[in-house]
């Protein structure tokens, strides 16, 4: 039994936290929240040269080629300091799916791009992953989508586009002046989603045909674990915000983390976390080592760390009493945030269908 | 990461398959074994133990000085895991070889432990632990149950008093009593141990019916019991640390918190009804149960790893009972619903695979009070875990005496 990360993993794990705490203090999520920006630059240009952007690129590619757990580890040290980065949807979206796209020139180039600080996005219906409104023609692309994850900071845009006969295709366009990107407004405004259209696009194509809705199906479980790894690491956070302050104020003559109504709910808390914990280490393991088991561990992580991070977001509050609800405090950094972790990918109703659908499919096995 | 076992496991495993293979008959799915009494079900878990002592798997982690094999907790829960496959009693043995004789290992004179340690792992001699009482459960601190010296020149004790909650009281040979011997000092200060053949005048025993009918806890009276002092397990005085030994091994409770299938016979009996398989509340319901269940198997095989690397397991099985009991109580109820109304009928209409269900859906409700209460259990990881400070005490620096005063 090997249930664990290796030692070498728990090395790596401290100097992405050290890194990641230097880096990226709550401040600066916070500065984004109070600026015009959707994230911090100088933040993703120092975790470019510290290699995060290359953990997973193959070397080729200029990357280290290293597995699926060091970045699910990164991914969790940038969630316990919900940086303000296009992780979603450079790292988790875009990235992922040139990992699983056949090497070419074209793909290659687009890792190395992201390789050295280039923010990528990955232009599809969440909802739907079957159905695009892009459509291509003569290798150029037409159409809009309403969301997508950091389209407006994007440098590279992967679309999913079909043709006149409904054919698919997984295309690579670097941004032009054929296109458009309008940034949304926000529940979390320290996040960045826009919409994406695109007049005569040129287009590269990365994948085609039946292929293109595997690769796709395979990129947003990939995308569901590494989120909620980012969702555990904040879950993580917020527990020990309210753990900190339960332990230092008094109401009563009493510290209020000694009453049951505060201490048991933070225990609840921390059960949920830890429930969530072993979810995203099975599905490190299935994105790892275990394809077949992908799904149904994608759908598990991100459903029980969705809970644990809604859970402990509006318990930190709670604990916090009146102070928590201030803008001053940072409690509402992790509302803000636990909302759009719980949607980003879908919503869970998406998720949990997914999940029953497996059950019952392996219930035989 | 992976799920495999190491050489040396694999080898243990296949080795425990083998010796189980020949020794017992495997279970087929969802087969659970069952008994028309208590008491039949007690002979036949002495029988089994005695085969496992004969053969070396008697007590796995125990020296082979004592009759054990030597072996790591990683091969107990091997054997476990193995043992699960059969046929075979649900020992009844857990609180004679997993808490009280470790602790006479520790406490006990030399000659106590030729004299008891051997039969206990040959199910000969079959051990209770007399701790709660009445007015002490959560706070086991507070006990009643005296002992006091002889006044008449024998060298030994007078206990009086009441425990409850006794497993198996009336079929052990022997049981550990905690007492009272000094009721001028600080509640956890002035208690001794002592062990009693449970056939000693003046032992009284009442099996306690409980809400599922069975009677496996009791309550135990003590009227006047005369107690030789060489029955002291450890220095007068110093009972609430054997009690503790004892507590503290419970932690090789870790392993077969659930039936593993459980989801998957779920799965099956949902996919078996158009109407469930439609029915995405139904769905919700399933998944919550796995993600629970497996969730639990991923926390144990968590810290079977760190057994397996020579370290402690992590704290977070400490929340693993809460879990456990909520899940047992769900994956019952939701396996009632898809009856139908029928889901009302006991085993007895439904026919004896209906039967673990009824069990274990009674069983949920006791376990979250059985070895700490779920309120308990969130005060310990609040506290320990989490680091948060305490409840203030009512009862610090009092004496027992001044304490029941009040």
Redesign the interface.
Known sequence: MNFEFSEDQLQFRQEIRRFMVNEAPLSKTRAILESSEHLDRTVWQSMQAMGIQNIMSPEQCGGFGLGAYELCISAEEIGRQLAPIPSLGCLYLAQQLLLQCEPSNIRDDALSKIGEGSIGCLVVNIDDHASTDIQLADNMLTGTNELVHNANEADLFICHAKDSQGNQYITLSYRDTSMNTRALSLLDNSCSAGTVTLTQTPALILASGDDCNKILERCLNHAAILLSFEQLGAADSALEMATRYASERSAFGRIIGSYQGIKHKLVDAYTLNQLARVHCYYAAWAMASSPDDVSKAAATAIISSSKAMSFIAKENIQTHGGMGYTWEMDCHLFLKRSRHYAVALGPETHWQQQLSSCLLAHSTC | ??????PE?AIFRTECAQWLATHATPKSAGQHQTFDSLAERISASRAWQATKAANGFGAITWPKALGGRGGSP?QEVIFREEEAKYNVPASVFNVSLGMVIPSLLVHGSDEVRARYVAPALQGKELWCQLLSEPNAGSDLGMIRTQAKRCEDGRDGWIISGQKVWTSFAQFAEFGMVLTRTDPDQAKFAGMTSFFVDMQTPGIEIRPIRQANGQEEFNEVFFNDVYVPDEQRVGDIGNGWRVTMTALMNERLSIGGVLPADL??KL??N??SQHRA?ND?SI??R??EI???A??LW??Q??G???L?QGKEPGP?LS?AK??AAKTLSDYCELMMDLEGSKGLLSAAEHGSHWQLIEDLWYGAAGIRIAGGTD?IV??N???R????????RLDKGKTFRELVSN
């Not at chain 2, 990461?1 to 190491?6: G, L, P, Q």
């Not at chain 2, 875990?385 to 203030?392: C, F, K, R, T």
């Open positions: 990461m992976d799920f495999k076992d190491t496991e990683i989801w998957q799965a099956r949902i996919q398989v995405q769905l919700n399933l998944n796995y993600i629970h497996h969730g991923l926390m095989c968590r079977l790893t760190a397996g977070e929340v809460i879990i309120e969130k005060n990881v609040g506290e875990v989490l680091g948060l400070p305490p409840e203030p």
